[in-house]
């Protein structure tokens, strides 16, 4: 089941990150996608997959350590997001990671790829 969690979890990424709209160097970009991102992973490892934290958590990481962002401020973002999952969360953040959960079933990437850079847009207008 690990190697039906990657795949879905790269397809998303890929969708992301080659959209026209990606750009690795702005910073609420970043935090909406790996937030979002993490709710995706999460329901597709945990729900489909039957995966383990550590190996969502890692998957997660690594993906977002991969595009240049520093260990531990992904480390803070992966730990913050699983913990909206663990115990009552509120705000903007706990949103955006629900976001990406709610989309874990759905095959339409292009809908969640458009709802992380609205989002973004959101965010940054206040």
């Known amino acids: 089941m690990e190697t039906v969690f990657q795949e879905k979890a790269e397809q998303l990424f890929h969708t992301v990150v080659t ?7 702005d910073e609420t970009l970043f935090n909406v996608f ?7 992973c999460f329901g597709v490892g ?4 039957f995966l383990d ?13 991969g ?9 803070g973002l992966v730990d913050y997001a ?5 115990q009552p969360a509120e705000g903007l953040y706990a949103q955006l990671v629900g976001i990406g959960h709610a989309h874990f079933s759905s095959e339409d990437r292009a809908l969640l790829t458009n709802i992380i850079f609205e989002n973004t847009a959101r965010v940054k207008q206040g």
């Open 19 to 25: 959209d026209p709209r990606w750009d690795l160097q």
């Open 34 to 40: 790996g937030l979002t991102y993490y709710g995706y």
């Open 46 to 49: 945990r729900l489909l997959c």
């Open 53 to 65: 934290i550590e190996t969502i958590n890692g998957f997660v990481a690594g993906k977002l350590t």
């Open 67 to 75: 595009m240049g962002a520093g260990q531990k401020y992904v480390d």
């Open 82 to 86: 699983y913990s909206t999952f663990t």
